[in-house]
C-alpha cells in the first residue's frame, strides 16, 4: 500500500519545520565564525635574542621590526635558579645538607622567594639541625634579610620564578602582547595556580601556554586551574597536536573559552621547506579555527637570518590573507553561537523523516507502520535532543547513517528495476542523467547534513572539546546497506513483508549462485579495499599516514582551487556515481553495482566533511561544491571514453 497523502504531507512539515530550525542555527554558528578572524602571530624571545645578536642589533629594535611584518606577541618563558646562574646573576654553594643561593641584586631575590612560594615552597624562620635539607636565598643588601626553606635545593631548582620583568617589559615597549610559558609544579591546585597566574598577569601577559609535557594543575588541580584562569582574565593555550597531559580536561572545565594554538617544533622545522611551513600555518588558521600560530624562527644561519626571518613572518600573514578573510590580530575565545535549546527537538524532525525514509526504502512499512516509525522516531529523537549535548549527538549520529543511505536509493532502483530503461551505445542524454543523479544524490545529502550541523553548533564542537561521536562507523555503515540494497533490491510501495522477503530470498540466492571471474573477483577486492583505507583515515588520528605524492598533489589543488575538495569525493565518489548511472542505462550492470558501491562513499564523505565542526562552515561548502563540479565532469569525460564500445548482454540483474 502506498503511504497515503496525509503520511506524506506530515513528512513534508516535519521536513520543513527542522529545515528551517537547522538552517538558523547554521546561520547563528557562521555568525560567530566571522566574528572571530584574527590570528595572532607569536614568536620566541629567547630566538629574538639570538637573531638580534646575530644582526647586531639591540632586542628591541628587532622585536618593532617582526610587529611590523605582523608579529602580535612574544612568548617569554619563566626562568629557573639554573637560568640565573648560568647568567651570572646567582651563584649555589653549601654541602647538601645546606644549599646558600647568593644574588646580588635583592629585588631578585625578593621575586624568587615570592614565586616560589606560590608554587608551595612556603619559607621558615629557623634550621632545626634534625631536619633537612635546607636551601637559603641571600642577596648584597643587609636591609634585605634572607630566607630560608626547608627544601632541598634540587627539587626549588626546578621551580619557576616566573616570566623576566625585563624581557616582557622590552616586548611591552616594542608593542607587542606577552605570552606566558609557565611550567606545572608539585601541589599545584586553584590557589597556588591562580597566584602564579596573577604574577603573569602582573608581568603584562594576556595569554599562558604551558611548556614541558603537562598544562597547570595537570590532574587534581585541574578545575581549580580552569577557575584560576577564570579569575584572572588570563587565557589559556591549548596545543593543537601537542598532547600534554591534562589539556583536554583544562579544556573541557573552561568550557570552551581557551584559544587553540598550531606551532612547529625546532625538531619538525628541520624537516620542513620554508614553503612547506608557511603552508602549514595558513591552513591550521583557516581550516582548523587556529587563533594561535606559535612560529619558530626559520633559520639562524646565512648573511641576513634576520631578513630571512622577516620574510618567512610576513609570507605567513600574506598567505593567511590570500586563503581567507584572516587578518593578524590579537586571539579572542570563540563566541558560542547560541542556539536556543527549543530549536533542538525541531531539528531532530527532520532527521527522524530522513531515518524513516531510509528504512521504507529498504523494508516495505504499510501505511500503520509507517505512521508508527515516523511517530515514534520522531517522539524518540526530540526527547534524544532535548536532552543535551549527548542525546544531540545521537540524533546527529542517526542521520548521519540515514542520510548517504537514502540519498543512494535512486540509483540503487536505476540499477535493480527489472524494468529500468536501457539503451545501446551511449549518449549525452545517459551521461548527463549520471550528473543528475548526482546532484540529486549531493541534494538529498545536504538536507541530512543541515540538522547535524545545526544539533552541533556550539563552541564546544567548534574548539574541538566534544566531537561528532562515530565518525568511522557513519562511513562505512550507509555504504554497507548501499551495497545490501543492491544485491537484494529496494522495497517497494505495494510490496508487503511476505514478498519483500521472497524477493531477498531469491535475490540473496541468486547473487549468492552466479559465477564470479577473475575481472570481477580482483574489482570487488580494489573497492573494498578502497573502502577500507577511506575508513581507516577517517579523522584528524588516523594513524594511516599521506604519501609526499599525494601531499604534493594536495598542495596543486591548494593553488589551483579556491578551495581543495576532498579526494574521496571528486576523484572517486562523484565520477563513479555518474558512471554508475551511465552504465545502468547502457546494459552495463555489471559495472554499475560496484560503482555505486564507490558513489556512497562520495555522498559519505559530503557528510562526513561538515561533521567537523572545527573546520568554517564557508570552507566546507566551498570544498563540497568544488568536489561536485570537478566529480561530475571527470565522470562525464570517463563516459565518454569509456561507454564508446558497443555493450555486451546484460547479466542477470539479480
Known sequence: MTPSRAFNGVCWLMAVVGMAASLAAMALRYRAEMRNRSVEIVIDYAEVQRLATAAGASTADVLRQFREAGVISVAIEEETIADLVESGRASVNGDGHITAVHMADPALMDRTAREWSYRGAIATREIDPDDGPYTVLGSNDPKHAGRLFPSAYPALSRLGIGIPPVAADTALRAGLHVVARISNFPGADEATVEHVLRSCAGAGAQTVICTGTEILGNRGGTVGAAEAFMHTGLRFGLIEFGKQQGDERLAEALGGQFVRVHSISEGEMGALSEDAAIERFAKAARERNIRLCYVRMLTFAGSDPLGANLHYISSIVDRMGKMGLLRPGPARFFEDPAVPRYWAPLMALLCAVLVV??????????????????????????????????????????????????????????????????????????????????????????????????????????????????????????????????????????????????????????????????????????????????????????????????????????????????????????????????????????????????????????????????????????????????????????????????????????
Request: glycine share 8%; net charge positive.
Open 357 to 654: 525514509r531510509a528504512s521504507m526504502a529498504l523494508l516495505p512499512l504499510r501505511t500503520p507502520l509507517a505512521w508508527a516509525a515516523l511517530l515514534g522516531t520522531g517522539a524518540a529523537l526530540m526527547a534524544l535532543a532535548w536532552s543535551g549535548p549527548s542525546g544531540a549527538k545521537m540524533v546527529a549520529f542517526a542521520a548521519a547513517l540515514a542520510t548517504p543511505t537514502l540519498a543512494c536509493m535512486p540509483l540503487v532502483r536505476l540499477i535493480t528495476s527489472d524494468g529500468a530503461e536501457t539503451r545501446t551505445g551511449s549518449s549525452l542524454r545517459d551521461m548527463f542523467t549520471g550528473v543528475g543523479m548526482l546532484i540529486q544524490a549531493s541534494a538529498i545529502t545536504a538536507c541530512g547534513l543541515a540538522p547535524i550541523v545545526g544539533l552541533l553548533a556550539s563552541r564546544a564542537f567548534m574548539v574541538k572539546t566534544d566531537q561528532f561521536a562515530g565518525i568511522k562507523a557513519a562511513h562505512a555503515v550507509p555504504v554497507v546497506l548501499v551495497g545490501l540494497a543492491l544485491i537484494v533490491g529496494v522495497a517497494s510501495p505495494a510490496e508487503t513483508i511476505q514478498t519483500a522477503i521472497v524477493r531477498i530470498r531469491t535475490r540473496l540466492q541468486a547473487f549468492v549462485r552466479q559465477p564470479i571471474t577473475i575481472g570481477a573477483f580482483a574489482l570487488a577486492l580494489a573497492i573494498l579495499a578502497a573502502l577500507m583505507v577511506a575508513v581507516v583515515r577517517t579523522g584528524n588520528e588516523s594513524g594511516m599516514g599521506v604519501s609526499g605524492f599525494e601531499m604534493r598533489f594536495r598542495s596543486i589543488l591548494d593553488i589551483a582551487l579556491p578551495a581543495r575538495p576532498r579526494t574521496k569525493e571528486f576523484l572517486i565518489g562523484h565520477p563513479a556515481m555518474v558512471l554508475a548511472a551511465a552504465a545502468a542505462l547502457t546494459r552495463r550492470r555489471a559495472w554499475a553495482a560496484p560503482l555505486a558501491v564507490l558513489g556512497a562513499l562520495g555522498q559519505v564523505s559530503i557528510l562526513n566533511t561538515f561533521c567537523h565542526i572545527h573546520t568554517p562552515l564557508a570552507l566546507s561548502a566551498a570544498r563540497v561544491l568544488t568536489g561536485i563540479i570537478l566529480g561530475a565532469v571527470i565522470g562525464v569525460a570517463i563516459a565518454t571514453l569509456a561507454l564508446r564500445s558497443r555493450p555486451g548482454p546484460s547479466p542477470p540483474s539479480g
